[in-house]
């Protein structure tokens, strides 16, 4: 009976190759779902700054004096916009509104609007939509 003394160099070789063949099918069946991990990850960033600045721009508009400037003492991203519509009272928008994070320098409206439609956009540096919130804010 003979000992056996382990594999040939053509036995691993040709493990090895059948190796590297399948490392290659599962990375390339992974590599699209890294991609949308980092995709899911700008999102969730995005939504996050926007409602960041919704809730600073709600705070700041507790104060009568700030909701009636259309401003808030906020630090605005680079990438994010901020649109506010006045409301009526059936919630529809009647004018736009001139937003400012400068409340030093801003003009309260001249009427009283009951209501304040604020839209928060982020963008990415190529300029793709990332986040969009809306929120209705009355005022205090």
């Known amino acids: 009976m003979r000992a056996l003394k382990g594999l040939t160099l053509i036995e691993v070789l040709i493990a090895m190759t059948v190796f590297a063949v399948l490392m290659m099918v599962v990375t390339q069946s992974l590599l699209p779902l890294f991609g949308l ?7 969730l960033d995005a939504n996050q700054q926007a409602q960041e600045i919704i809730e ?3 705070s700041a508009w507790l104060d009568v004096a700030q909701y ?12 994010a916009t901020v649109r506010v519509q006045a409301l009526n009272k059936q919630a529809q928008p009647v004018n736009s509104l001139s937003f400012t ?10 009427s009283t609007i009951p209501t ?15 986040a969009r919130l809306t929120l209705d804010i009355r005022r205090p």
Do not use: F, Y
């Not at 991990?37 to 999102?43: F, I, K, P």
């Not at 009636?68 to 630090?75: D, G, L, R, S, Y």
């Open 68 to 79: 009636e400037k259309t401003c808030a003492p906020i630090h605005l991203p680079s990438g």
């Open 101 to 110: 994070t400068n409340c030093a320098s801003a003009v309260p409206d001249s």
């Open 37 to 43: 991990t980092r995709e899911s990850r700008l999102q």
């Open 116 to 130: 304040k439609r604020v839209t928060v956009t982020i963008k990415d540096a190529r300029g793709k939509t990332r």
């Open 56 to 58: 600073a721009i709600r």
